[in-house]
């Protein structure tokens, strides 16, 4: 036990989350297991017998985390070395399988072994299928003559490694001058070598079962590619889906749910790309992330920037809680949610499943992150900042990609320009590189009489641009 608690506590906590999850692989693939058994007994065979599953990290790092969770339930002098649960914890210090790359190696250089996994698998299954067989007789030699009277059970590929692990196995326990070889062990031995039992066999099907096999192979590689075909990103989201979506993840009692709502209301509002705004940080009265597209002239700068000291001067008048405390709590769940999903590609992918959810329950179209942040987009330009504003705050390098590319100004709410502040500084690195759409202002269709005046004009495009804000 000495190893055991020389390694730290972060160490110890990650090989039992690791068993942890091998447990309930294992319970997921062999869900008739014997209910018996402990659970640890269980995927440790399970994990021994699969071959050319894991890297070689990998193999290791499970083969690590079992035998600790085995050494922590059993003291060596609690039970027999050779009993089952010994056999294991050797097994795991000293036979774990093959890596995928071992395994792929022994197979291009004609090898099969090693086939303790394979020996242990049939073994385990005679066991299974024959409780009451003679327990004086070597369970290897019982195996062995299970296994040749067994004809049409396994494939031609699978009987074949099978015999070659058996005539291991008894070669390895069994000296030739110990026994007769006219006696039963040298007759298994040459019935492994020259009688293998036979193989199941496949039906010949006909030309019109072919055609039709053949069919569906097309038509579900067709029905695959469609699903795998990106949809487009919804760019547009009225006021009152929003709402919906931060109520309906308010109202939620997990954890995760209420700090997905926080991530609608900032995504919505500064309109960073979904990766840059799980890494924000707050400095003060900014708010900074790491920029994700920086290279090849794609971004302003290597950190996306907002001043948001006017929502902490608002939020000081109308609310006794901090707003800034809160922000930092939500940051630093932020960092808890990612660790925990296990990187950020999962844990954004679980944000999406999330919304996903969210939008059937609300009755809505699917919402996804990057939504928010063509919302946002459209709101400041609703809110009159020009090209260049937008392209500060979102980190654009040039002011032709919000104006072309994101959501239309119709589509979002006019908000305070003060609300959100940039680095001045800034503005003159903005490439100007948007285009002038030059139209006549009156078709020549229609006659000066017929056209609108200036100040209808104004009119309407204040009463279409403006909503209540969040």
């Known amino acids: 036990m000495l190893w055991v608690t020389q390694r730290s506590s972060q160490t110890v906590d990650y090989y039992s989350g690791e068993t942890i999850r091998l447990i309930a692989q294992c319970h997921n693939e062999q869900p008739y297991a014997d209910p018996r058994a402990l659970p640890i007994v269980l995927a440790a065979e399970w994990y021994l017998r699969a071959r050319g599953r894991w890297s070689d990290s990998t193999v290791r790092i499970y083969g690590l985390a079992l035998e600790q969770e085995m050494i922590s339930l059993l003291s060596y002098d609690s039970f027999d070395p050779d009993s089952r649960e010994g056999q294991i914890l050797w097994r795991l210090r000293n036979d774990r399988p093959a890596s995928i790359k071992r395994a792929k190696q022994l197979e291009k250089e004609g090898i099969t072994a090693p086939f303790s996994s394979e020996v242990a698998a049939l073994i385990e299954q005679f066991q299974c299928q024959h409780p009451e067989a003679d327990q004086r007789e070597l369970p290897i030699l019982a195996v062995a003559r299970w296994f040749l009277d067994s004809p049409g059970r396994w494939s031609a590929r699978s009987f074949t490694i099978n015999a070659l692990a058996l005539k291991q196995e008894i070669e390895g326990l069994l000296e030739f001058d110990t026994f007769d070889p006219d006696g039963p062990e040298g007759q298994l031995l040459k019935r492994l070598e020259t009688e293998h039992p036979a193989p199941t066999k496949r039906g010949t099907k006909t030309e019109k079962e072919k055609a039709v096999a053949h069919q569906q192979k097309v038509a579900a590689k ?36 209420r700090w997905i709502a926080g991530y609608i209301i900032f995504a919505s509002r500064i309109g960073w790309r979904p990766g840059e705004i799980i890494n924000l940080r707050r400095e003060g009265n900014l708010i900074r992330a790491a920029a994700e597209k920086h290279t090849n002239h794609r971004g302003l700068t290597e950190t996306c920037e907002v001043d948001i000291s006017a929502y902490l001067e608002k939020s000081r008048l109308i609310k006794s809680v901090s707003l800034a405390s809160e922000i930092d709590r939500w940051i630093g769940d932020a960092r808890k949610w990612e660790t925990f999903y296990g990187g950020k590609k999962k844990f954004l992918a679980n944000i999406n499943g999330r919304l996903a959810t969210a939008s059937k329950g609300c009755k809505i179209r699917r919402v996804c992150t990057y939504t928010f942040r063509h919302f946002a987009i459209s709101c400041m330009k609703a809110s009159k900042f020009t090209c260049a504003e937008i392209a500060v705050i979102i980190n654009h390098a040039s002011d032709r990609t919000a104006g072309e590319h994101y959501g239309q100004r119709r589509h979002g709410v006019k908000r305070p320009k003060k609300m959100l502040r940039f680095n001045g500084l800034r503005l003159p690195l903005v490439r100007n590189l948007a285009r002038a759409f030059k139209r006549p202002a009156v078709s020549e269709s229609k006659s000066p009489a017929d056209a609108p005046s200036h100040q209808e004009v104004v009119i309407v495009e204040a009463e279409t641009s403006w909503h209540p804000s969040l």
């Open 222 to 257: 067709k029905k695959k590619a469609v699903a795998k075909k990106r949809k487009k990103s919804r760019k547009s989201l009225p006021m009152k889906e929003l709402r919906e979506l931060v109520g309906y993840f308010r109202s939620r009692e997990d954890e995760f749910s």
